[in-house]
């Protein structure tokens, strides 16, 4: 039982580079989650999905597209990467909805924008 | 605004008991959620609170007052694997958590 698979683990990019992280969960979860965690700062949410087909966009979405084509995986698009969005990635899911706050967390994906 | 508070780092020995304290103001309120978080690695969750009093869980324990928007979680008998970052976590009226910045322990021997 993988639980939240997230691929790459690390990633370098130079500014204006395009890429995708891709997470995949086994454990028949609805909720899947994009967060962003940095220095000094709480997790981020930069796009979430409450579904097969669905996204909705989080507290820090701007230069970040996403898709759920499968319930089982959650892409993360960077279309054009800036140094801002040096950070590491964590792909999260959930249960819905009586425990949506409790989230399984994937690896996390460590991204740098140079 | 929705804030989390939480004091950036706290150190403690093995052995001992330490309290992680944090207070929130969000919009609604729909549980209090702690994450222990060792480093590189990802966050798991420990517990959840949605009414008032303390949740024990073996040596880990999580309470919450939501009159006073505070909520501790205590960490009893220390272990050196205790060393990690303990997130709070607060749930808005929308489902959405609001994080606080995480309490990094250090155990001492």
């Known amino acids: 039982n993988a639980g939240v698979t997230q691929t790459p683990k690390f990633r370098v990019l130079k500014t204006g580079q395009s890429m995708t992280l891709l997470c995949a969960q086994d454990m028949n979860h609805e909720y899947m989650y994009w967060y962003r965690q940095d220095p000094g700062m709480g997790l981020r949410l930069i796009h979430y999905s409450v579904g097969e087909g669905t996204t909705a966009k989080g507290e820090v979405p701007d230069g970040y597209n996403v898709s759920r084509l499968k319930k089982q995986n959650f892409l993360l698009g960077l279309e054009s990467a800036a140094p801002s969005q040096t950070s590491v990635y964590f792909c999260?899911?959930?249960?819905?909805?009586?425990?949506?706050?409790?989230?399984?967390f994937g690896e996390g994906s460590r991204l740098t924008v140079l | 605004g929705q804030n989390i508070d939480q004091p950036t780092e706290m150190t403690a020995t093995e052995g001992a008991i330490v309290q992680i304290n944090c207070t929130y103001q969000?919009?609604?309120?729909?549980?209090l959620f702690w994450y222990q978080q060792h480093a590189g690695e990802a966050p798991t969750f420990l517990s959840y609170n949605v009414l008032d009093g303390l949740e024990e869980k073996g040596r880990f324990s999580s309470f919450l007052s939501r009159s006073k928007g505070y909520s501790y979680l205590l960490l009893k008998e220390l272990q050196m694997k205790d060393s990690a970052s303990y997130l709070c976590?607060?749930?808005?009226?929308?489902?959405?958590?609001?994080w606080g910045a995480g309490t990094k322990l250090i155990i001492k021997p």
């Open positions: 976590a607060a749930m808005d009226s929308n489902y959405q958590l609001i």
């Open positions: 969000t919009s609604g309120f729909n549980g």
């Open positions: 999260a899911s959930s249960y819905s909805p009586e425990r949506v706050g409790e989230l399984f």
